[in-house]
T-cell receptor, first 115, second 111 residues
């Protein structure tokens, strides 16, 4: 089925470790973005991309890195994990023609725990 | 900057009761407005959207009208079901590349 695929679904890291959360979409969407969800905080934007080779920071970018070498993939890298990065991470994609479509499509999320 | 404010929960209702979840926004331009729903343990699903003033979005019995004069996009349903229990997020987008979310409102419906 078409959509946004995130891996892994669950991950436990030790403080200081690095890892990459994967996100792939097969809808040829131009826009992709990463959010983190914390209790009582809603979803907050980490980084986003408006096309291959173009990325920008969101509201809470510190400690995270992104790149977009292809339209389909938008990985999120944690450089040195900290307990404050314990959260649920969602990747989303959308078309520039959002008024004609269904809006943003979200992945199923990655639950990350940093100990 | 842009922001979204929605009523705090949890909202607790009996089955078949009327639901309203308030949402107001602040934006510099003319945003598109969305309601997303998150069922326990799942990701976010688009519930409805409106892209310009006075548009009404509707889906699965839920409705919301884009009110530019009051900068609001309140979610309503005439008769809730137990299966509607979830967290509801109001969100806006300008330029369509990203979303700004409210903090979410948990809805609990009892039989």
């Amino acid at each position: 089925n078409a959509g946004v695929t995130q891996t892994p679904k669950f991950q436990v890291l030790k403080t200081g470790q690095s890892m990459t959360l994967q996100c792939a979409q097969d809808m040829n969407h131009e826009y992709m973005s990463w959010y983190r969800q914390d209790p009582g905080m809603g979803l907050r934007l980490i980084h986003y991309s408006v096309g291959a080779g173009i990325t920008d920071q969101g509201e809470v970018p510190n400690g995270y890195n992104v790149s977009r070498s292809t339209t389909e993939d938008f990985p999120l890298r944690l450089l040195s994990a900290a307990p404050s990065q314990t959260s649920v991470y969602f990747c989303a994609s959308s078309s520039i023609h959002i008024d004609r479509g269904d809006g943003y499509t979200f992945g199923s999320g990655t639950r990350l725990t940093v100990v | 900057g842009n922001s979204v404010t929605q009523m705090e929960g949890p909202v607790t209702l009996s089955e078949e009761a009327f639901l309203t979840i308030n949402c107001t926004y602040t934006a510099t331009g003319y945003p598109s407005l969305f309601w997303y729903v998150q069922y326990p343990g799942e990701g976010l699903q688009l519930l409805l959207k409106a892209t310009k003033a006075d548009d009404k979005g509707s889906n699965k019995g839920f409705e919301a009208t884009y009110r530019k004069e009051t900068t609001s996009f309140h979610l309503e349903k005439g008769s809730v079901q137990v299966s509607d229990s979830a967290v509801y997020f109001c969100a806006l987008s300008e330029g369509y590349s990203t979303l700004t979310f409210g903090k979410g409102t948990m809805l609990l419906v009892s039989p």
